[in-house]
């Protein structure tokens, strides 16, 4: 651990990170007088990253999240700290949501060829959906608070990738805090937290990527859905337009409707959430898009949430906010 002591005479500037991680890439923007400790803040965020990714990833099979879900049936397995915060959260989203929101699709997630085993150019059989579903229940899991635990009942996989990466831009932003560092904007694979100031006294402003451009290259506010401002917030955005696969005329998206086994039908191009925190709003994203847009906003309106739905319409591109994230714009 180190420590940043403020410049009485350099003036604040905004300086730039970015590395790897959870086969995607990461960006922190820190406000600081120097750029002295930048190697070291570097090292700080990529273990706390490597953490994560070591504890909750389904692709490395030694970590603990891959051990859990080969555990023998009816064992506890002990958890650490991070794994135990974000599958509580998750499985408190997924009572929420009545298993419209579920952690334990892991089976149907793999099964469609959208988790670490081969990709498909063919949806699966109804006999093999229905042997996967066989295994899925949130319900089915035990949590122990007073040893971190989980319990296995026996065939129940884990997938925490709808939540993992927004909770992990939340580890670093504690982190960041931790260090006296005020004004910062961190980013996980496109899950956004920003907090304090820029120099200038601006709140950090991001614009939402109207579905179908490329990552990286919107170059014009056309290509933009809406600005918002992430000062002291998080956002998450989850679309169907980066991984699905076509077969017969049809697109088949990565998100998985845990309550049929099958990619959901809706015509949602994405879905935006903004929430306190990242964990937060990362599992609202997916729940939002299996929910649709009807009893996804129904949903959001009864709990205060800050949702933004773009959908394919007869004309385009059409949006649906929820009360919460239209105040949010006009704030």
């Known amino acids: 651990m180190f420590t940043l002591t403020p410049s009485m005479t350099l003036p604040l500037a905004v300086r730039s990170l970015q590395g790897e991680t959870m ?7 820190v406000v600081l007088s120097s750029d002295a400790l930048l190697h070291a803040l570097h090292d700080g965020i990529q273990a706390r990253l490597d953490r994560v990714d070591e504890q909750m990833s389904t692709y490395k099979p030694q970590s603990v999240l891959s051990r859990f879900n080969r555990a023998p049936a009816g064992t506890w397995q002990v958890l650490p ?37 081969a990709a498909r150019r ?16 949130w319900w089915k899991l035990k949590l122990d608070a007073a040893t971190q635990s989980l319990y296995q009942p026996g065939g129940v996989y884990l997938d925490l990738s709808s939540v993992a990466k927004g ?73 169907d337009y980066r991984r699905h696969f076509e077969a017969a005329g049809r697109s088949f998206s990565h998100h ?15 879905v935006s959430v903004l929430a306190g925190s990242a964990m937060q709003a ?34 385009g591109l059409e949006e649906r906010l929820s009360p919460a994230f239209a105040a949010a714009l006009a704030a």
């Open 167 to 239: 909770y992990s831009v939340d580890l670093v932003g504690r982190y960041l805090d931790s260090l006296g560092i005020g004004a910062w904007l961190v980013e996980v694979g496109g899950e956004m937290k920003g907090q304090g100031m820029k120099p200038d006294g601006r709140p950090w402003r991001i614009g939402i990527e109207r579905p179908g451009a490329a990552t990286g290259t919107v170059e014009r506010m056309d290509q933009l859905s809406q600005v918002v401002t992430l000062s002291g917030r998080a956002i998450a955005t989850s679309g």
């Open 81 to 117: 700290a991070e794994c135990f915060e974000v599958v509580a959260h998750a499985l408190q989203v997924a009572r929420n949501s009545g298993g419209a929101y579920d952690p334990t699709v892991g089976p149907l997630v793999n099964l469609w060829g959208f988790g670490p085993e």
């Open 122 to 137: 063919e949806p699966p059989s109804d006999d093999a959906i229905a042997v996967a579903r066989a295994r899925i229940g």
């Open 256 to 270: 998985i409707d845990p309550r049929t086994g099958r990619p959901v039908p809706h015509g949602v191009a994405s």
């Open 23 to 29: 086969g995607t890439t990461w960006s922190v923007r």
């Open 282 to 315: 990362d599992p609202m994203g997916t729940l939002m898009t299996v929910l649709g847009p009807e009893h996804g906003l129904a949903y959001a309106r009864e709990r205060g949430l800050a949702v933004l739905f773009i959908l394919h319409g007869e004309h």
